[in-house]
């Protein structure tokens, strides 16, 4: 175990079929004015869109509405929702959606009260919020992304072909409270169903395939993908297996609300990758990490051999009798890609838009990260996006 850190997660969490009526405990500590963000209509013809302006209702609030939140949520989009929360004067966002509206909502509240611009602010400097932000609450509708109990708010700027998350130092802007009704990942489509598994388990995954140390976040990794690649084959043959759909959802929020990441190193170039294709082609996010993972770890396997030897013994129970590590290695790797296959995941950047002319444009948008086993240099991040072609 590494270093030292501290470690606070304020997001209240209300899990489970019933947990909708806990909005009534939540809104009463907020203002009257609440922004009620939402994407593209699927909350409307699930209903959960009446249902939810029922409850502002009868609490007495003063709603005002940012519609059509897109998947991977732009600056253009963020600018105009400023506006409704200024005129508005905000005191509560509600995020009611995936992690793009979730994501978006964090946004938003660290730029209402922003003079500055916030793509130049948050996504090209990095700097932290110096103004007051708002409040945030989360009610989720699809598993994968743990913006509901993260700091995380990922922006795309076509213009400038870049799609970059801040992860916010500051725990305040997680949300304040989230909703998990595992009912309501029950509408999603498959495809979307399977990207967000594919993106909690690559999140868990950036956060076990860096450091030599003996952590036990590396253990509590492990029981955290086994769980998934279970419950994932029973949701996939039945996705309206409620079990199985609320241990992918639970899932979800423990591969990314901080915890695992304490104490160690972590990698994260799989998401770098994924954002710059993302960039670039606007694919749904989980189906850009499926289509450059294995690549990515062939590539790295070296350097990190005895992380992917353990992956391959302890997560996919692969039999190490008189087989080198190498061979193990790429066993486990194998294990994986099979089950990336029955999900029906994109295994290369073909299947989701990529063409050659743009290798360079994703090469320009990868971000460099260097906590994982090997540091890539800009023709490693071409040499992968080219095997994964
Ligand atoms: O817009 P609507 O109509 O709601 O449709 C959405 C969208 O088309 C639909 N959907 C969501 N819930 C549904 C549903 N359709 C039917 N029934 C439901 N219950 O699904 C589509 C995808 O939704 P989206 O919110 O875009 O997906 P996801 O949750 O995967 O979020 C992706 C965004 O999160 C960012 C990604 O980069 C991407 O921009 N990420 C955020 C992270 C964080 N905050 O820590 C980390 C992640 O690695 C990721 O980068
Ligand atoms: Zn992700």
Not at 42 to 63: M, Q, W
Not at 226 to 233: F, G
Not at 299 to 318: C, E, P, S
Not at 357 to 379: P, Q, R
Request: aromatic share 8%.
């Amino acid at each position: 175990m590494l270093g030292n850190f501290s470690y606070a997660n304020p997001t209240k969490l209300y899990f489970g079929d019933d947990s909708l009526k806990s909005l009534n405990t939540e809104l009463p500590k907020y203002g009257k004015n609440v922004v009620l963000v939402y994407g593209g209509g699927s909350v409307k013809k699930s209903g959960l869109y009446d249902e939810v302006i029922a409850i502002l209702n009868a609490n007495g609030k003063t709603v005002s509405e940012i519609a059509g939140v897109m998947p991977n949520p732009t600056i253009e989009k963020l600018y105009e929702g400023m506006e409704i929360a200024r005129k508005a004067n905000v005191d509560l966002i509600l995020a009611v959606g995936g992690g793009s509206v979730c994501d978006y909502a964090k946004a938003l509240s660290v730029s209402v009260n922003c003079d500055e611009d916030p793509w130049e602010k948050y996504y090209l400097k990095f700097e932290e919020p110096s103004c007051e932000t708002i409040p945030v609450g989360c009610v989720l509708t699809m598993a994968g992304t743990g913006s509901e109990m993260n700091a995380g708010a990922v922006i795309t700027n076509h213009k400038s072909k870049l799609k970059i998350g801040h992860v916010f130092a500051d725990e305040k802007i997680m949300p304040r409270f989230s909703i998990l009704n595992p009912n309501y990942t029950l509408t999603l489509p498959k495809y979307q169903m399977c990207a967000g598994i594919y993106d909690i388990f690559n999140h868990i995954c950036e956060q076990y395939f860096s450091g030599d140390d003996d952590n036990t976040s590396d253990y509590i990794s492990e029981g955290l993908m086994k769980s998934l690649i279970h419950s994932s084959r029973i949701a996939n043959k039945n996705p309206q297996d409620y079990e199985a759909r609320s241990n992918i959802m639970w899932t979800a929020t423990w591969a990314l609300n901080t915890l695992v990441a304490k104490g160690k190193s972590t990698d994260w170039m799989v998401h770098m990758l994924g954002q710059a294709v993302g960039a670039v082609t606007d694919a749904t996010h989980g189906m850009t990490l499926s289509a450059v993972s294995l690549s990515y770890y062939k590539y790295i396997m070296d350097a990190g051999l005895h992380k992917f030897v353990r992956f391959a013994k302890n997560v996919w129970n692969i039999n190490t009798d008189g087989k080198t590590d190498k061979e193990i290695a790429l066993e486990g790797l194998s294990a994986m890609e099979n089950w990336m296959k029955e999900l029906g995941l994109a295994m290369n950047l073909r299947e989701i838009g990529t063409t050659e002319d743009m290798i360079e444009d994703i090469v320009n948008a990868s971000l460099i990260m260097e906590g994982g086993y090997k540091i890539l240099t800009k023709d490693d991040v071409r040499n992968i996006l080219e095997a994964s072609m």
